[in-house]
């Protein structure tokens, strides 16, 4: 039993030789090479065409997808193979949602006759999509409609008129966040800045300007130039839609370094408050090739979308360079490699510039993202484009 046990454990230490120590020659198997570039976005084409101006799209909770085009001032419904299933007349309309109900929620301007002066003042309208006659964009009717300033104060002011609502955003409970830019910025004013991020309940009833906790202060005035905008709620509707209050928000106005946040809800002894995530990675390029916190990253993140998945990824549509940057949740440039593939980092599939070939653009002014398509509003070529991950085939 002795010898034999000594005869085992010869071989062991043998090893990759044979049964005198001589080494085997391994140099015939090849080592798998797995090529980076191959991780990338592709267009899905044709694009869809036809639009005058898009501006805005959102994939619904009914799985069709909505385009707010504010020159032709129509909010136009598609399935997803792009036929046009109907159209709705809205001059000026240039945001849009849907909530879990299936309403949509849209913003666009609207005449008001104050004082006996007529002015046009920015207004959210709810559109219900359920009718006796059927379901759909041709059968929708407003239920709902909030005007500025008179969702929060009675009194008036010129300043009102150059407030504009940018985006929306819907909560799993079926709140939502809205987006808000106008030139009074007084930080102390009721209601809050004109900048703003504002939260509206499911009856469309205003509840705050989003006030913000930093580590060092309290901001009213926090968001400066608030466009971009989303929260971790998407399709398909489903129990497990998220039903986390947090969101993200791209920030426009002159000035800005750090113009992408993620805002966190927090509880505290005194009740609810909002704080800005510093959980960011940044400037470890053993990690990463670029940085979603790097200081003037970007000019005018006006699209923000989170992509489904165990592995969710923001999304930034950049107005002012052109392009669209893929990022993690933690802030790092990229998407996560295939398992096997050898490669440690995420591979950078950021894609654009300024020009209307396939992987570039004029403006890009919104994001979505559902069943593993991405679309663009790509508002300067008037169009909107798809495009999918190779690793998503």
Not at 97 to 118: E, F, K, W
Request: with cysteine; net charge neutral.
């Amino acid at each position: 039993m002795a010898k034999r046990s000594l005869f085992w454990a010869a071989l062991l230490l043998v090893g990759c030789g044979d049964f005198w120590g001589r080494k085997t020659d391994l140099s015939f198997i090849e080592v798998p090479q797995y090529d980076a570039a191959l991780v990338a976005y592709v267009p899905l084409l044709p694009y869809w065409e036809g639009f005058e101006g898009p501006v805005d799209i959102c994939v619904g909770y009914d799985d069709l997808i909505y385009v707010a085009d504010s020159v032709a001032g129509l909010l136009v419904c598609l399935d997803q193979a792009g036929r046009r299933l109907a159209s709705y007349a809205l001059p000026g309309v240039h945001a849009v949602a849907q909530d879990r109900r299936l309403d949509l929620l849209v913003a666009a301007p609207v005449d008001t006759v104050i004082g006996g002066q007529r002015y046009r003042l920015e207004a959210l309208f709810r559109l219900r999509l359920q009718s006796p006659a059927g379901y759909g964009l041709a059968h929708a009717t407003v239920v709902s409609r909030q005007v500025h300033p008179f969702y929060f104060k009675s009194t008036f002011s010129l300043s009102d008129t150059l407030v504009r609502f940018r985006r929306i955003a819907v909560r799993g409970d079926n709140s939502y966040y809205v987006t808000r830019n106008g030139p009074d910025n007084d930080p102390l004013k009721f209601g809050g800045p004109d900048d703003a991020v504002l939260l509206f309940d499911s009856q469309d009833r205003w509840q705050e300007a989003i006030v913000v906790q930093t580590s060092t202060e309290v901001r009213t005035d926090f968001f400066q130039g608030a466009w971009g905008l989303v929260t971790p709620a998407r399709p398909p509707q489903s129990p497990f839609v998220s039903q986390s209050p947090n969101f993200w928000v791209g920030l426009t106005a002159p000035g800005v370094a750090l113009r992408v946040h993620a805002i966190l809800r927090q509880e505290g002894e005194q009740g609810g408050f909002y704080t800005v995530s510093t959980a960011w990675q940044q400037g470890d390029t053993s990690l990463a090739d670029g940085f979603l916190a790097t200081p003037g990253r970007f000019l005018r993140p006006e699209g923000l979308a989170l992509t489904g998945g165990a592995q969710p990824y923001l999304l930034v549509a950049d107005a002012g360079r052109d392009s669209v940057y893929v990022f993690t949740l933690s802030g790092l440039e990229g998407v996560y490699p295939p398992t096997g593939s050898g490669l440690r980092r995420p591979v950078k599939v950021s894609f654009g510039g300024t020009g209307s070939g396939p992987l570039q653009m004029r403006r890009p002014t919104a994001l979505a993202h559902a069943r593993q398509i991405l679309y663009v509003v790509d508002s300067g070529n008037r169009r909107v484009m798809r495009l999918r991950l190779t690793i998503d085939f």
